[in-house]
């Protein structure tokens, strides 16, 4: 591996399993593209994290990865598919990207940066160079992966309040953790349908710090 090649590893944050098998330096579209090769080691089912055989390689794809020195930045690679008895044929998880996803990890994460500090998401869009339902695309997986990261730790008070957005009467139902100083739900509508459906959220745990609330 040269030092470029090594350079751009690290950049990367690729683990053992993915080396830089090229980059293609093209000047005339003011682009990097890094093609990586999976190094050909064990393999696990993206569903149940158990080691599989190597069924074959899926056809090569891109993501957009952050600008190198203002080029825009490629990662190109060939993702091997696992051979799951339970699940059958996978393709496997890569370390720089989420599933179904165009854009690496590190890419969505400075675009939620933008969009959070843009006046706009329009004015964001413009910014990333994306387009305003990749915008969105990118906001929903931001989320997703928040949830999964939140803890379930006991809430010992909680409020609900409701917010128009839009135009006309059109409404949505907030839970939000005052001590934490989060939201925790939100869902349609102002009604108790809608408060029922935000305390279905909470889990066991959460409800058992808020006393007699939920008894």
Same mark, same amino acid.
């Given at each position: 591996?040269? #030092?470029?090649?090594?350079? &751009? $590893? =690290? =950049?990367?944050?690729?683990?053992?399993?993915?080396?830089v098998?090229?980059?293609?330096?093209?000047?005339d579209a003011?682009r *990097? *593209?890094?093609q990586?090769?999976? %190094?050909?080691g064990k =393999?696990c089912?993206?569903e149940?994290q158990?080691?599989? %055989? $190597?069924?074959?390689?899926?056809?090569?794809?891109?993501?957009?990865?952050?600008?190198?020195m203002?080029?825009?930045?490629?990662?190109? !690679? !060939?993702?091997?598919?696992?051979?799951?008895?339970? /699940?059958?044929?996978?393709?496997?998880a890569?370390?720089? !990207?989420? +599933?179904?996803s165009r854009f690496?990890l590190?890419? #969505?994460?400075?675009?939620?940066?933008?969009?959070?500090?843009a006046?706009?998401? =329009?004015? !964001?869009?413009?910014?990333?160079?994306?387009?305003?339902?990749?915008a969105?695309?990118?906001?929903? $997986?931001?989320? #997703?992966?928040?949830l999964?990261?939140r803890?379930?730790?006991?809430?010992?008070?909680?409020?609900?309040d409701?917010?128009?957005?839009? +135009?006309?009467?059109? &409404?949505?139902?907030?839970?939000?953790?005052?001590e934490?100083?989060?939201?925790?739900?939100?869902?349609?509508?102002?009604? +108790? #349908?809608s /408060?029922?459906?935000?305390?279905?959220?909470l889990?066991?745990?959460?409800?058992?710090?808020m006393?007699?609330?939920?008894q």
């Amino acid at each position: 591996m040269n #030092e470029l090649h090594a350079h &751009y $590893r =690290l =950049l990367v944050g690729l683990d053992d399993q993915w080396q830089v098998q090229n980059v293609d330096l093209q000047m005339d579209a003011n682009r *990097v *593209v890094i093609q990586l090769r999976h %190094s050909g080691g064990k =393999l696990c089912c993206p569903e149940f994290q158990d080691e599989c %055989s $190597r069924a074959d390689t899926a056809p090569t794809r891109r993501w957009r990865h952050l600008d190198t020195m203002q080029f825009e930045t490629i990662i190109e !690679a !060939a993702i091997p598919r696992s051979q799951c008895a339970q /699940c059958g044929v996978k393709t496997i998880a890569v370390p720089w !990207a989420g +599933k179904h996803s165009r854009f690496t990890l590190m890419f #969505e994460a400075f675009a939620i940066k933008v969009l959070q500090s843009a006046s706009s998401v =329009l004015a !964001a869009t413009k910014l990333l160079k994306i387009s305003w339902n990749t915008a969105h695309e990118i906001m929903q $997986r931001g989320v #997703e992966r928040g949830l999964q990261r939140r803890d379930t730790d006991p809430i010992e008070t909680i409020g609900i309040d409701e917010k128009s957005f839009g +135009k006309g009467q059109d &409404y949505v139902s907030l839970m939000g953790d005052l001590e934490g100083s989060r939201v925790l739900e939100v869902v349609k509508d102002r009604s +108790k #349908e809608s /408060c029922d459906k935000l305390f279905d959220s909470l889990t066991d745990e959460q409800k058992s710090g808020m006393g007699n609330l939920f008894q």
